[in-house]
């Protein structure tokens, strides 16, 4: 299932974002909810919740029946941690 999401999010969601310096990545699908990730200039823009329900989500479900709902991940990444440790650290 993943692939075939990624497949979606590649070919019908990522040319709309790239309007916009952005892209969309799937971090998982777990019990018919995909969660996605904006990219680029997408990933910190104030409209990114909007984003992921006007564009991401509507594209995905008529795409793929399977998935039941769409997700901004908002989870920062254990290698964004370790940089800022370092940098607090000054190491």
Do not use: W
């Amino acid at each position: 299932m993943d692939e075939k999401i990624k497949k979606v999010l590649a070919e019908k969601v990522d040319p709309l974002l790239e309007a916009h310096f952005g892209g969309v990545m799937l971090t998982s699908f777990e019990n018919g909810i995909a969660y996605v990730k904006l990219t680029g200039s997408c990933s910190t823009c104030p409209s990114a919740q909007y984003t992921i329900e006007d564009v991401v989500k509507g594209i995905v479900l008529e795409e793929i029946p399977e998935v039941e709902d769409v997700v901004l991940d908002t989870s920062v990444s254990s290698d964004l941690i370790d940089m800022a440790r370092k940098i607090l650290n000054k190491d």
